[in-house]
């Protein structure tokens, strides 16, 4: 083994993710890329907010042995001040006041020497400080868009100049104008456990070596390029675009009959409509997007999910839907109650198009295998991550459908007709198409983000 081989492998990069589904995926997507060049070690919580999440952590552990579980148990903790609280929030909260005994406990587990740190965005503000006190650099995984970056990073000056009760759209110099209507509702109440993390975590950014963000050049050039000339903060630390992180070869899980079923349709036919692991709809809309699909003319696979908790999401399809309408679309449709792994299904060929909240790691997913999108955000950042779809020509946007909050139904009638104005757009397919060879171009060697990887990695072995 050559003296470089040897320095080489004594890169150690600990990751520290949050809770949810949509962040696991990114750590664990990070973890296996990175694991490439270095010794990798992920903490996880366990057990974990979601069965979704216990699912993937067990079948990453044996998919994965290269890198090193280290296995955290939460302590129990008093959280009778937040009785409302979001569950994956509160675990945020759990996860961050535990920050030192869990970078003690890393500390002293670690055989190989720690060279850096990669925390999630939503527990940065208490992680980073201490990290640095121990002389280690630290990075952050933004889990979210460019575009949210640079609201996430302009937020505390605009709530130093005002309230935050008083909030409207938000300005960002020399970048643009976010407003009111995208931003997450959750932020006008200051006393908020999200809000209070929200400013502090984006305080933090300023602090770090540098952010990794799952996004690349071609698909979100204008954010990329606001940040790094320091138009949305000065000083800005680098953005390093490293995505689209490929999804795992894991092994198979939930609903198995959607494959059956979607290798009987023809290419390119099939609309699947998923709204993520934290999004429950009520019933009543639910049933208007039943009827929507339905009118649309087109095929579907539909995951319906009623409840934000999939531990909580107990009822069955026979309790939600309408009578007589499984019978009624079973030529054309299939409705999952459950977990489908959504990564096979964007990649089959008889998927045309994906009607999806634009949560980010979804609509990265709908990036890389080149798949046209409807994007209905339904809370949090889904509107912010909601303008590069646009942008970049990967789908459209239902502008005026229903938001956090809001008491109001998308009409079935309003929804199949925009089903069925997506599935006939073939520029828009094609521009789907060729966005992903451009995905996937930017991931492989010689791509942009793939270059963003190996300057990292050499910026920590220039570190050691
Ligand atoms: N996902 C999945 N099957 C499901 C629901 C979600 O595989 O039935 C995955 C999806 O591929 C994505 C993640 O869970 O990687 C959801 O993250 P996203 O950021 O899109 O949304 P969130 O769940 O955070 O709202
Ligand atoms: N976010 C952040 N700081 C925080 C909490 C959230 O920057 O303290 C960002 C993060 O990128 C996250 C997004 O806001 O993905 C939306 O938050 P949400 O609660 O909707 O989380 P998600 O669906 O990603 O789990």
Redesign the pocket.
Same mark, same amino acid.
């Given at each position: 083994m050559g003296s470089q081989e040897n320095k080489h492998s004594e890169l150690h990069v600990v990751l520290i993710p949050s809770a949810?589904m =949509?962040?696991l995926n990114t750590f664990s997507r990070l973890a296996v890329t990175l694991a490439d060049h270095c010794k990798v070690t992920m903490v996880s919580n366990i057990p974990a907010v979601s069965s979704a999440e216990s699912h993937h952590l067990a079948d990453m552990f044996s998919a994965y042995p290269q890198i090193e579980f280290l296995q955290f148990e939460m302590p129990p903790y008093d959280t009778s001040d937040y009785p409302d609280a979001d569950p994956? +929030?509160l675990r945020w909260e759990m996860i961050s006041r535990s920050a030192p005994d869990i970078l003690n406990y890393v500390m002293k587990s670690s055989s190989v020497p720690v060279t850096a740190f990669v925390v999630d965005?939503?527990i940065a503000a208490s992680f980073i400080p201490l990290a640095k006190n121990l002389g280690i650099p630290c990075y952050i995984m933004?889990?979210?868009t460019a575009a949210?970056l640079s609201f +996430?990073a302009y937020f505390p000056t605009y709530c130093d100049s005002k309230t935050t009760e008083d909030l409207g759209d938000v300005e960002i110099p020399g970048y643009r104008t976010v407003p009111l209507a995208s931003i997450?509702g959750v932020l006008h109440d200051p006393k908020n456990l999200?809000t209070k993390?929200?400013v502090q975590?984006?305080r933090v950014l300023l602090k770090v070596d540098g952010i990794f963000v799952n996004t690349f050049e071609s698909f979100e050039e204008d954010s990329l390029a606001a940040l790094s000339d320091g138009h949305v903060q000065p000083g800005f630390p680098p953005v390093i675009a490293i995505g689209p992180l490929m999804p795992l070869n894991m092994p198979a899980s939930g609903a198995s009959e959607v494959f059956s079923w979607l290798d009987k349709q023809p290419d390119n036919s099939v609309v699947y409509v998923n709204f993520g692991n934290?999004t429950g709809m009520s019933r009543e809309q639910v049933r208007e997007l039943g009827l929507g699909l339905e009118t649309s003319g087109c095929r579907f696979l539909w995951v319906v999910k009623t409840k934000a908790l999939d531990s909580q999401d107990v009822e069955d399809l026979g309790e939600i839907l309408e009578k007589g309408y499984l019978e009624r679309v079973k030529d054309r449709g299939i409705v999952i109650k459950g977990w489908v792994e959504q990564d096979k299904v964007l990649r089959h060929k008889a998927v045309g198009g994906f009607l999806s909240h634009s =949560?980010?790691n979804s609509v990265i997913e709908a990036a890389i295998y080149g798949v046209r999108m409807l994007a209905w955000p339904m809370?949090?950042?889904q509107r912010i991550n909601a303008v590069p779809v646009v942008k970049s020509g990967l789908g459209m946007w239902a502008k005026s459908w229903s938001w956090q909050g809001e008491d109001k139904i998308v009409s079935g009638k309003e929804i199949g007709e925009k089903v069925k104005e997506m599935m006939a757009d073939e520029a828009l397919s094609a521009k789907a198409r060729l966005i992903g060879e451009q995905a996937r171009q930017a991931a492989a060697p010689g791509g942009t983000s793939y270059q963003g990887l190996v300057e990292f990695i050499q910026e920590l072995k220039d570190r050691v």
């Open positions: 949810g =949509g962040h994956f +929030v965005i939503t933004f889990t979210s949210m +996430v997450p999200f993390q929200f975590n984006g934290r =949560g980010w809370g949090g950042d």
